[in-house]
């Protein structure tokens, strides 16, 4: 067995406990790397600031302490992936949702997602809707695999590509959560 995959083994164990932890001003160079690695047009640290100053959710995604190993990716210093709600009066609108690039296709995602869902449910929110860019394939495959549903689309909703030179929309999708009475 190769190094990586054991490293790869280890990490998708440790995905079964994620800490949640409430993003901080002192999480943002962190996040801002993964930021900046990740998307075309990425947040910025004013976009990150105003987020976590007009008191939308923001969460870093680290490995649990009882898993920890230190100087590995079950470090619970390293950051594995973050995400930011807006709560509105009666859904949770995903507004950033990024995992490590070294950390994709582990099911990580998947399982901040049934988190997110869950955060839903306790706060008594019916449905979840968020914006994906249709060139996401990962992205929008991971979204309608459990349950999102494309309800529109926002024409023109990213920056151009600095490769085309072209703006592209955005899918918006949905998905109703089942509230307990």
């Known amino acids: 067995m190769t190094k990586e995959l054991h490293a790869k083994e280890s990490i998708q164990e440790g995905i079964a406990e994620l800490s949640f932890l409430p993003m901080l001003p002192a999480d943002l160079d962190e996040v801002l790397a993964i930021e900046a690695v990740s998307h075309i047009h990425p947040w910025t640290r004013g976009n990150f600031s105003d987020s976590l100053t007009a008191g939308h959710w923001a969460y870093c995604i680290r490995p649990q302490l009882d898993q920890a190993i230190k100087g590995s990716y079950l470090d619970p210093q390293v950051l594995w992936a973050y995400c930011i709600l807006f709560p509105a009066v009666d859904e949770l609108h995903l507004l950033n949702i990024t995992v490590s690039p070294k950390l994709r296709r582990l099911g990580l995602a998947a399982r901040m997602m049934n988190a997110i869902e869950a955060v839903a449910?306790?706060?008594?929110?019916?449905?979840?809707?968020?914006?994906?860019?249709?060139?996401?394939?990962?992205?929008?495959?991971?979204?309608?695999?459990?349950?999102?549903?494309?309800?529109?689309?926002?024409?023109?909703?990213?920056?151009?590509?600095p490769q085309t030179g072209l703006r592209e929309d955005a899918a918006v999708m949905a998905k109703s959560i089942k509230l307990e009475p």
Do not use: D, F
């Open 121 to 161: 449910v306790q706060q008594q929110m019916p449905r979840i809707i968020l914006e994906v860019r249709p060139s996401n394939s990962a992205a929008v495959n991971l979204y309608q695999s459990i349950g999102y549903e494309q309800i529109g689309t926002r024409k023109n909703y990213y920056p151009a590509n």
